[in-house]
């Protein structure tokens, strides 16, 4: 089984990223060096659909965002996107459109505004695999708002010096 190593800023910035565009679905990719599996450059995208219940990336930005990647030897690693009012799972439409057999498909579920459910798949020709989330750079503290899968063991923490 995969694991998503993620740093605590990246993953910071993706669950601010959804909870600015709530009540609509945020969306996004996290790039990184090809072959890597190591996310590094956050990338906030716009969902041209506007929805609560739908996202899909502007053309014209998802062409640039992937040119940009292409020519500084990235791949994305993490695509990300919000659900507003539903759990951080994969829809049928999310698997029907789960195009990058590499990546980690990560779900931040904005539905109660106290409590950010956080979830890591793989999609793989239709089938869904949820896997742990390695949180790194960050102190236990600073995790314990998000709800991590339906499993207590899918969070691993490496604190900061001196935290």
């Not at 996290?30 to 716009?46: F, H, I, K, Q, Y």
């Not at 195009?99 to 931040?108: D, I, K, R």
């Not at 989330?133 to 709800?147: F, T």
Request: charged share 25%; glycine share 6%.
């Amino acid at each position: 089984m995969g694991v998503l190593t993620i740093d605590a800023a990246i993953l910071e910035g993706i669950v601010a990223h959804a909870r600015r565009d709530h009540p609509d679905e945020a969306c996004g990719i996290v790039a990184g060096a090809e072959g890597s599996d190591v996310p590094s450059r956050l990338v906030p995208m716009e969902n041209s659909a506007r929805s609560m219940t739908f996202y899909h990336f502007d053309s014209m930005e998802h062409f640039r965002v992937w040119r940009e990647m292409d020519d500084r030897d990235e791949e994305p690693v993490v695509i990300y996107h919000s659900h507003t009012a539903t759990e951080a799972y994969p829809s049928r439409t999310d698997i029907s459109l789960a195009q990058e057999p590499g990546a980690h498909y990560l779900l931040v579920s904005t539905a109660d505004p106290e409590v950010t459910e956080v979830r890591s798949f793989r999609i793989l020709d239709g089938v869904v695999t949820e896997e742990p989330v390695r949180v790194v750079n960050a102190s236990e503290d600073a995790v314990q708002k998000y709800l991590f899968g339906q499993s207590p063991t899918t969070v691993d923490y490496e604190c900061r010096a001196g935290n």
